[in-house]
Structure formats: C-alpha cells, structure tokens
C-alpha cells in the first residue's frame, strides 16, 4: 500500500499520547513507533521521556537494525542484552546505549509494512508478559487507526474535532486508571495487566463508536447502512457504559463511598423482572432459564437494598451466560434457618478447584487468564462479593469442570 501523504492532526496526538503513556507506564527510557520507507527506518514518533536519545525525523538505513529486524521477520523481536548477543552486538543502537529491545510490526490493512512500534532500555531487560501485551494492544489501536484513515478519507473539521474530543476523554480515563494502579494493593504486574486489559476493552467499543459515527456523515448513505451502522454504535455505547460502570463501582467500594438505601421490595417482582430481560436478551439463544421461587415466597417482601439485589443477580447471571453454550440455567431463591438463600446455577464450563478460592478477587492471575480466553474486565464477580457482604450476607459457589456453576448467596432476614 502506498504511504500516507498526510497523517490527520488527531491521530498524530494520539500516538504521541500512545508513545508517552508507554514510558510511563513502563517505565523505560524509550518509546517509539518507527516507519519504514525506502530501505530505512524513520523515528515517526518518540516518547518525550527522560534519557531518551531518539528524536523524530531521524532516519538510519537498514544495516541491522533492531526494527529492520522485525519488519523483514514480520515478527516480534526481543533482545534482553545486545551486549551479550553475538547476534546484536553490532547493532548500531548499542552507539545510543540502548542494548535492550522489545518490539512488534505494524501494518497497512493490506499487509504491507507501515513500520513498528518499541520499546527500549539502556540496562539488561527481558520485558515480561506485560511489556508483551501492553505493546501487542497499542500495535492493536494503531492498525485500526491507520484501517480507518486509508478507508475513510476523514476530512471533515467536525469530524476531527469530534474524535479529538473523544481522545481527550480516553487520555483522562488513563489518568484514572493510573492513579487506580498505585492505589492497589495487590502485586504491580497484576495491577498493570489489569489496567491494560481495561484500557483494550475501553479503546474497542469507544473505537468503533467513532468510526461508525463518521460513517454516518457520509452523503447518500441508505436506510439499511445507516440502521445497521446505528445498531453497531448502540451496541458498543452499552459495552462501553458497562464497563466504565463497573470501573466507577469499584472506585465507591474501595474509597467506601458506597450508599446502601434498605427499603421493602418483593422477592417475585424482582426475580420476574430478570427472567423477562434475559428471556428477550437471549430469545435466539437454544440455553433454557428456569426461575424457581416457593410458593410461600411469591408475595413475600424483602428488607433491603434493591438496586444492588438486582445487581448481584444481574452478575451472577452474566456470567453463566457468558460460560455457558446450551442446557440451562437455573436462578431462585430459598428460605433457609430464617436466610434468605439466592442461587443462579449453569450447566457451563464449570470452574476447577484451584480457581475457586480467588474467583471472587480483583486482581488475580485466574481473572486475568479468564479476561484474556472470554474478553471483559472481571469484576463483576468481585462487586457481588462486596455488595452482598454490605448487606450483611455472605457469598460461595459449587463446581466441576465440564459439569457447570452453582453460586449462593444469603442475605439476613430483618
């Protein structure tokens, strides 16, 4: 594909923020995207962070260059110490002091190199899986930036100005984000991979509702593109708000900001009112939803908080979608030795034992494995766990691999 003539002021904004916040975050010296264009590499864009030695607009022609590398490979490279490499121990960059390298190819929707997005650092680093990932999600943003701007001609100052607006929102949330990370107090490469994974599922939605917001503006566009294009926008608005709601809930829990308001509410009402929005939700789903509540319950009324009752069934029961493809899903609840016992039971994938103790924590590698094979930020979990001990409750499950989920949950009879 032929070279971009013009990169729109917006997405230049974006990957210098891109470049910024990996240094930070990172905390290494160097941060670059680079173009390749005529048998040479270009610093496209570098990170304005301490002790970095690259400057935009310097060029090198290919004579073993680490980003040379990976643009022939089409591959990710890593180099833990040049010095020590016989491989690298010429590499030119050794001259800048740089003798540890990460780094990831970046491509036109074509397949064609655009160039590469990197990581390094003057002292020995084997960069770990969080280095990996969080680099592999920016190459990620980059790609669709350039698949929008080759595709879609943006030209509109409206336009511009509106996605402008949208960075400048995304930057904030970041802001937040990083501030939500120092707070934590489990370890620091949980805290990233987590603020990372919230950062990909924030960009993806936000992404396509931009680009398909533009789409719109397109002159003689017809009725049937433009439902479908509003449908693509609405959906990605809900996954968005979710989980910026479930980020913010997480945020009162911690700083214990959280507002309980105990009131009467039926038990019935509240359970029919679930069986009738997941049975529209997933009308076309070949799952059964079963809701079981006693006879003696059905006009019983419950002292506490509905809102986050409604929420942790809510919860619960995402998730037995979420890991369940067929047979059903059971959700009610009993009176027990004067407790409330509610339960939401799935004939899913099930949950192995070794996973059970942490299932309901924050920041875990099982929650992070599960966010990587299911996609979300898994903390849905984690806010029943605390909202059900607010109200005075307690919160376990049941299972086995391949035979499904069985979550309780009791509140206190007032």
């Known amino acids: 594909m032929k070279a971009l003539e013009e990169m729109p002021k917006w997405m230049l904004d974006k990957w210098q923020g891109i470049a910024d916040l990996l240094a930070e975050i990172l905390s290494i010296p160097a941060a670059l995207i680079m173009k390749a264009e005529n048998q040479q590499m270009e610093v496209f864009i570098t990170s304005c962070s301490k002790n970095n030695p690259y400057k935009a607009g310097d060029k090198e022609d290919w004579h073993g260059l680490y ?154 566009l017809t009725k049937e593109k433009r439902d479908y294009f509003s449908s693509v926008i609405l959906k990605n608005s809900d996954q968005l708000l979710s989980i910026v709601s479930d980020i913010l809930t997480v945020s009162e829990i911690e700083t214990e900001q959280h507002q309980i308001k105990i009131e009467y509410t039926c038990l019935d009402t509240i359970l029919q009112d679930l069986e009738d929005i997941y049975k529209q939700r997933y009308q076309d789903n070949a799952i059964n939803l079963i809701k079981h509540i006693p006879e003696n319950l059905r006009e019983h009324k419950i002292y506490t908080d509905k809102t986050k009752l409604n929420q942790i069934i809510t919860n619960l029961l995402n998730n037995a979608y979420k890991f369940t493809e067929k047979g059903s899903i059971e959700f009610g609840v009993n009176l027990k030795n004067d407790v409330y016992e509610f339960y939401v039971k799935d004939s899913g994938i099930g949950i192995s034992e070794d996973m059970q103790d942490e299932i309901f924590n924050r920041f875990t590698k099982n929650n992070e494995t599960i966010s990587e094979l299911y996609g979300g930020i898994g903390l849905g979990l984690s806010i029943s766990k605390a909202f059900v001990e607010l109200l005075g409750g307690k919160i376990w499950l049941k299972s086995k691999v391949g035979k499904g989920s069985n979550f309780y949950f009791t509140l206190p009879n007032r």
């Open 67 to 220: 980003c040379e590398t990976v643009i022939k490979s089409n591959e990710k490279l890593l180099v833990a110490n040049a010095l020590k490499d016989k491989d690298w121990d010429q590499n030119p960059d050794i001259e800048l002091r740089m003798i540890a390298y990460l780094g990831y190819p970046i491509l036109y929707p074509d397949k064609s190199p655009f160039g590469t997005i990197c990581i390094l650092d003057n002292k020995e680093n084997y960069f770990s899986s969080v280095h990996e990932k969080t680099l592999k999600q920016f190459k990620d943003v980059i790609e669709l930036d350039l698949a929008m701007v080759t595709s879609f001609e943006i030209k509109s100052s409206q336009m511009i100005q509106t996605i402008k607006e949208q960075q400048d929102q995304l930057r904030k949330q970041n802001i937040a984000l990083q501030k939500a990370k120092e707070k934590a107090e489990e370890g620091n490469r949980l805290k990233s991979a987590f603020l990372q994974n919230i950062s990909h599922e924030i960009r993806t939605p936000l992404n396509a509702v931009v680009g398909f917001s533009e789409l719109l503006s397109m002159p003689d």
